[in-house]
């Protein structure tokens, strides 16, 4: 069975920083492209960065970039977000989600539960 | 423009036919995965490609594409379809935008 699991979620002041975890298992981990897709509080989804299974490629929202970089340590199964300069608008629900691309179609097949990332002073 | 349009809301009666549509240039090149989000819950894939559907999601469920256009369509639509819906598209940069969302209520 697949899971992702998020963590790290939590408070920080406008400014701070945050690193946040998703821990994979079910599937090989490294055929698989990852992203991070947040959901601000009564908003839409936000899809804001993602990294190729070699980890070698990443993308970037244009609301995140030079602030968030997404990596991943394939000997661990694990997906990071690391946010620096947060602002309040950063605030949502983070969620790590699979990517799959078989037969050159794209999506997103596997969720975690999120975890809440709250900027505020 | 990476942008992908969803009209805001869409409403449909019990056991009829409803179609969500989601405009953007990436459409033409790219096709589109469209997620069920219920309150308080993580998305769910429902279609993907041309009009693919992940195990578990029913055949009511169906997507379609045209020109700029990704549209889903829910045949007979039930009370447990409520929930909103996102579309999302690769750009040219490699980026992965969604849709603004689509909320559908089952009247």
């Known amino acids: 069975e697949v899971q992702v699991l998020e963590s790290g979620g939590g408070l920080v002041q406008p400014g701070g920083s945050l690193r946040l975890s998703c821990a994979a298992s079910?599937?090989?981990?490294?055929?698989?492209?990852m992203s991070w897709v947040r959901q601000a509080p009564g908003k839409g989804l936000e899809w804001v960065s993602g990294?190729?299974?070699?980890?070698?490629?990443?993308y970037n929202a244009d609301s995140v970039s030079g602030r968030f970089t997404i990596s991943r340590d394939n000997s661990k199964n694990t997906l990071y977000l690391q946010m620096n300069s947060l602002r309040t608008e950063d605030t949502a629900i983070y969620y790590c989600?699979?990517?799959?691309?078989?037969?050159?179609?794209?999506?997103?097949?596997?969720w975690g539960q999120g975890t809440l990332v709250t900027v505020s002073s | 423009s990476s942008e992908l349009t969803q009209d805001p809301a869409v409403s449909v009666a019990l056991g009829q036919t409803v179609r969500i549509t989601c405009q953007g240039d990436?459409?033409?090149?790219?096709?589109a995965s469209w997620y069920q989000q219920k309150p308080g819950q993580a998305p769910v894939l429902v279609i993907y490609?041309?009009?693919n559907r992940p195990s578990g999601i029913p055949d009511r469920f169906s997507g379609s594409s045209s020109g700029n256009t990704a549209s889903l369509t829910i045949t007979g639509a039930q009370a447990e379809d409520e929930a909103d819906y996102y579309c999302?598209?690769?750009?040219?940069?490699?980026?992965?935008?969604f849709g603004g969302g689509t909320t559908l209520t089952v009247l």
């Open positions: 079910g599937f090989t981990f490294t055929s698989h492209a």
């Open positions: 490609g041309k009009n």
């Open positions: 989600a699979k990517d799959t691309y078989s037969s050159g179609f794209h999506r997103f097949d596997d």
């Open positions: 990294i190729s299974g070699s980890g070698g490629n990443t």
């Open positions: 990436s459409l033409r090149s790219h096709y």
């Open positions: 999302n598209s690769r750009d040219s940069s490699g980026n992965h935008p």
